[in-house]
């Protein structure tokens, strides 16, 4: 499986953009990038992936250099409610039951 | 959106009891099921998958016959921590998918069920 690579942590201020880095130098083709968060105490949360092009949902945008070696999670205005736990996983494909292996993520402080 | 509910939240048992975690998709038909288990400050690792009908396929290193895991329907799934002992404490954490419900959804998990065993 292609590893990815993030910082143990990060801190930002609240109401501020949170750029959450990710490095995944071996992906191929076909990996699709998913991100999860995990709050304290809880199950992880499944956040925003894509595979080649910028997306944009609800929770998040998703940047995705051109070599797609390196992709970032921007949080557009921090909110405490942020704080948690960011996997950056990489998926074979859109489809199918194939297991999603966690890395240690990048832990994300707000400050008030 | 999916929804899968993890049942109980916590549970403390007794060493050498039998202890049974219970993962339902409530608003889906969940082919795969996953179970992870987290100690703290620590990343999730992967226990098993379960295929609905069929026997779990187990991670190295973890015992199946400590391990139990029952994926009788498309909506439920159990693990049993069978003789469980204090180094089994642990927070355990179920993740349902569906085939084509990833390019939507990804992968939705349960709110997970903190095991003290005394």
């Known amino acids: 499986d292609a590893k990815t690579t993030q910082p143990n942590s990060m801190e930002s201020n609240e109401e501020e953009p949170v750029h959450l880095p990710c490095n995944h130098s071996?992906?191929?083709?076909?990996?699709?990038i998913h991100w999860y968060r995990q709050l304290p105490s809880q199950g992880p949360e499944y956040v925003i992936h894509?595979?080649?092009s910028n997306v944009n949902n609800r929770m998040a945008s998703l940047a995705i250099a051109e070599d797609r070696k390196s992709s970032t999670l921007i949080l557009h205005r921090a909110t405490l409610r942020d704080a948690a736990v960011y996997y950056c996983?990489?998926?074979?494909?859109?489809?199918?039951?194939?297991?999603?292996?966690f890395g240690t993520g990048t832990r994300l402080t707000i400050i008030p | 959106g999916a929804v899968v509910s993890q049942h109980p939240s916590w549970v403390i048992c007794k060493s050498g009891t039998s202890v049974k975690i219970e993962c339902r998709s409530l608003?889906?038909?969940?082919?795969?099921m996953f179970w992870y288990r987290q100690f703290p400050k620590q990343s999730l690792m992967l226990m098993a998958t379960?295929?609905?009908?069929?026997?779990?396929?187990?991670e190295q290193g973890v015992e199946k016959d400590k391990f139990l895991i029952n994926h009788a329907s498309l909506t439920l799934s159990t693990l049993t921590v069978t003789s469980a002992h204090p180094e089994d404490s642990s927070f355990y954490i179920c993740?349902?998918?569906?085939?084509?419900?990833?390019?939507?959804?990804?992968?939705?998990f349960g709110s997970g069920t903190r095991l003290t065993v005394v």
């Open positions: 993740s349902a998918v569906t085939g084509t419900a990833i390019r939507y959804y990804g992968y939705t």
């Open positions: 071996t992906i191929s083709g076909t990996d699709y």
């Open positions: 894509g595979l080649t």
């Open positions: 996983i990489l998926r074979l494909s859109n489809f199918g039951n194939e297991k999603l292996t």
């Open positions: 608003d889906f038909q969940a082919t795969t």
């Open positions: 379960s295929n609905e009908g069929s026997k779990a396929t187990y």
